[in-house]
């Protein structure tokens, strides 16, 4: 249990309270002036200790940035691309503003006057809710600590994002597409038939191609971040097989058909890895232009290949595994209102079924 002690100094009379930590450290903590005020102080730490939310006084001078440089080590499972996203944002919206504070001198209040004053630079509602993100993962991150007690940027309002539909071609608009993409003829109809992202058809290898099945394999990604190509495991390491349509199929077979199993399925025009921005420029916004389909960018063709997945009728899981999503939940939040789109057919064909096996053309629909 705490004590109160009572000690003089040259401004009169002031109390310490001694007591221990959840470690079994002792340590006091100075300077009350009442010894009331010694005495609830020390009843409260006590409470704290039972609650499991005990922090020490010091522990709150921790920074900002302190809690920034213990976070990003963490965090292994992150694609590089992810985390270059995060220290873009810790550059650009949150080091400016909260830098050398010190973690227990934020407060919702504070938080949310910075993120009022992001929305009108202005920043774009993504860019503040993932300013937000990380600030709130960097707090709670000092709350697991002990470093504060509670997170000050929980439950905050932020900026609404709008969600833009995505632009979906149709199968004949894919394939029109890619009569006029020249080099990247296949690359559309690998994204747009298979739903891969661009960095899943960018690492692509001809070893990870199964002629007879029809399948490809999807291990790795590639990306670019400022400038340099790196290299890993495909997002939330969910490696997968894709099945691939023949007439695809067909044209990846005649694309590889003197090439290494280790070269690239979709190499660019002049070797190497085929990049999105230069694709973009040499090719496809050009080919967009000239088959006359809606403007897209290339990740529309993602969205496409779902929407064209699920007019063929495939089913949610395998929708789910065709994109190399994490849960059939995400598949839905995406695309669920396209299934919706089938309902009425797939009513149809139950009622079809149903009377053809009553062996009349209308069910008697009174009662006994």
């Given at each position: 249990m705490a004590t109160v002690k009572a000690y003089d100094t040259a401004a009169g009379r002031r109390y310490r309270v001694r007591y221990r930590t959840p470690q079994g450290k002792q340590t006091d903590k100075r300077g009350f002036t009442t010894k009331k005020a010694a005495e609830a102080w020390a009843n409260n730490v006590e409470v704290d200790k039972l609650k499991g939310i005990y922090v020490s006084p010091s522990a709150g001078k921790t920074t900002v940035v302190e809690m920034y440089e213990q976070w990003k080590p963490t965090k292994l499972n992150l694609a590089p691309s992810s985390l270059r996203r995060y220290e873009l944002t810790w550059e650009g919206q949150i080091a400016p503003e909260w830098r050398d504070v010190k973690v227990a001198d934020l407060t919702a209040t504070s938080i949310e006057v910075w993120l009022a004053k992001l929305v009108a630079q202005p920043l774009s509602p993504?860019?503040?809710?993932?300013?937000?993100?990380?600030?709130?993962?960097?707090?709670?991150?000092?709350?697991?600590?002990?470093?504060?007690?509670?997170?000050?940027?929980?439950?905050?309002?932020?900026?609404?994002?709008?969600?833009?539909?995505?632009?979906?071609?149709?199968?004949?608009?894919?394939?029109?597409?890619?009569?006029?993409?020249?080099?990247?003829?296949?690359?559309?109809?690998?994204?747009?038939?298979?739903?891969?992202?661009?960095?899943?058809?960018?690492?692509?290898?001809?070893?990870?191609?199964?002629?007879?099945?029809?399948?490809?394999?999807?291990?790795?990604?590639?990306?670019?971040?400022?400038?340099?190509?790196?290299?890993?495991?495909?997002?939330?390491?969910?490696?997968?097989?894709?099945?691939?349509?023949?007439?695809?199929?067909?044209?990846?077979?005649?694309?590889?058909?003197?090439?290494?199993?280790?070269?690239?399925?979709?190499?660019?025009?002049?070797?190497?890895?085929?990049?999105?921005?230069?694709?973009?420029?040499?090719?496809?916004?050009?080919?967009?232009?000239?088959?006359?389909?809606?403007?897209?960018?290339?990740?529309?063709?993602?969205?496409?290949?779902?929407?064209?997945?699920?007019?063929?009728?495939?089913?949610?899981?395998?929708?789910?595994?065709m994109l190399g999503h994490k849960t059939a939940t995400m598949t839905l939040d995406l695309y669920g209102h396209l299934f919706d789109d089938h309902l009425d057919d797939v009513a149809d064909k139950i009622d079809a079924a149903v009377l053809a096996t009553s062996g009349v053309t209308r069910l008697d629909s009174k009662r006994a």
């Open positions: 993504t860019t503040v809710k993932k300013a937000h993100q990380l600030l709130s993962m960097l707090l709670d991150l000092a709350v697991r600590d002990y470093r504060i007690q509670s997170n000050p940027a929980k439950g905050l309002t932020l900026p609404r994002i709008e969600e833009s539909e995505p632009t979906f071609l149709t199968s004949q608009q894919v394939i029109a597409l890619s009569t006029y993409a020249k080099h990247g003829k296949l690359t559309v109809l690998i994204l747009g038939f298979c739903g891969l992202r661009w960095g899943e058809m960018a690492a692509l290898k001809v070893h990870r191609w199964d002629e007879k099945r029809r399948r490809l394999r999807i291990v790795e990604q590639v990306t670019e971040i400022d400038g340099k190509l790196t290299w890993g495991p495909v997002k939330n390491h969910q490696a997968r097989s894709v099945s691939v349509p023949r007439f695809v199929a067909d044209e990846i077979n005649l694309a590889i058909a003197t090439k290494d199993p280790v070269d690239l399925v979709c190499p660019a025009a002049g070797g190497g890895v085929m990049r999105n921005k230069n694709a973009r420029r040499d090719w496809f916004d050009d080919a967009v232009t000239e088959s006359n389909v809606p403007k897209i960018t290339p990740h529309d063709l993602r969205h496409s290949a779902a929407s064209i997945g699920i007019a063929a009728g495939a089913n949610l899981k395998g929708i789910q595994t």
